[in-house]
T-cell receptor, first 110, second 115 residues
Framework: AQRVTQPEKLLSVFKGAPVELKCNYS??????LFWYVQYSRQRLQLLLR??SRESIKGFTADLNKGETSFHLKKPFAQEEDSAMYYC????????????FGRGTSLIVHP | DTAVSQTPKYLVTQMGNDKSIKCEQN?????MYWYKQDSKKFLKIMFS???????INETVPNRFSPKSPDKAHLNLHINSLELGDSAVYFC??????????????FGQGTRLTVV
């Protein structure tokens, strides 16, 4: 079974502070990890994926297979980063259904 | 062009009614999904449909049923609506498998309120 854990329900920071949204996963095979963002009352949209090793809107995430983690980081938070962030996993083999964590609400105060 | 579109955006209905939510994708994806986002913002998979293979989350009541007239559409039918069905329902699509261009694209959501 595949599982994604986001331990923080809410993360509140001030503008300019560093941000780290935690994500841990459980999967026996070779997973693909994603971060999705949902701004207020909007659809979920892909923020970044581990295989691309990209930086989007200043966010980065590194897959750590030893710690089974895929934490999302940004050195300087902006107010417009306030949103709901979901970590997601796609497994290999017969089922590619994306499994999502519970989500972390990020609030960036001015 | 909207990649994944679902209608209606808002749906208010009485307990016991039967309703449908439509979903269409124009991305040429081979897999479509329905997710339920509850009041705590938990996002739970309900159904996955790929090449006429339906995968059902066993926790979903059988009052919920997906219907796929073709590869671009996956509609959600709900019978005998209950208060607990109130939530936001998201349709999504993707290519099956792993690798680049297999991420899921989401619709804008349907906010269902049962009164």
């Amino acid at each position: 079974a595949q599982r994604v854990t986001q331990p923080e329900k809410l993360l509140s920071v001030f503008k300019g502070a560093p941000v780290e949204l935690k994500c841990n996963y459980s999967y026996s095979g070779s997973p693909e990890l994603f971060w999705y963002v949902q701004y207020s009352r909007q659809r979920l949209q892909l923020l970044l994926r581990h295989i691309s090793r990209e930086s989007i809107k200043g966010f980065t995430a590194d897959l750590n297979k030893g710690e089974t983690s895929f934490h999302l980081k940004k050195p300087f938070a902006q107010e417009e980063d306030s949103a709901m962030y979901y970590c997601a996993l796609k497994g290999s083999g017969g089922s590619y259904i994306p499994t999502f964590g519970r989500g972390t609400s990020l609030i960036v105060h001015p | 062009d909207t990649a994944v579109s679902q209608t209606p955006k808002y749906l208010v209905t009485q307990m016991g009614n039967d309703k449908s939510i439509k979903c269409e994708q124009n991305l040429g994806h081979d897999t479509m999904y329905w997710y339920k986002q509850d009041s705590k913002k938990f996002l739970k998979i309900m159904f996955s449909y790929n090449n006429k293979e339906l995968i059902i989350n066993e926790t979903v009541p059988n009052r919920f049923s997906p219907k796929s007239p073709d590869k671009a559409h996956l509609n959600l039918h709900i019978n005998s609506l209950e208060l607990g069905d109130s939530a936001v329902y998201f349709c999504a699509s993707s290519q099956a498998g792993q690798g680049l261009n297999t991420e899921a694209f989401f619709g804008q959501g349907t906010r269902l309120t049962v009164v």
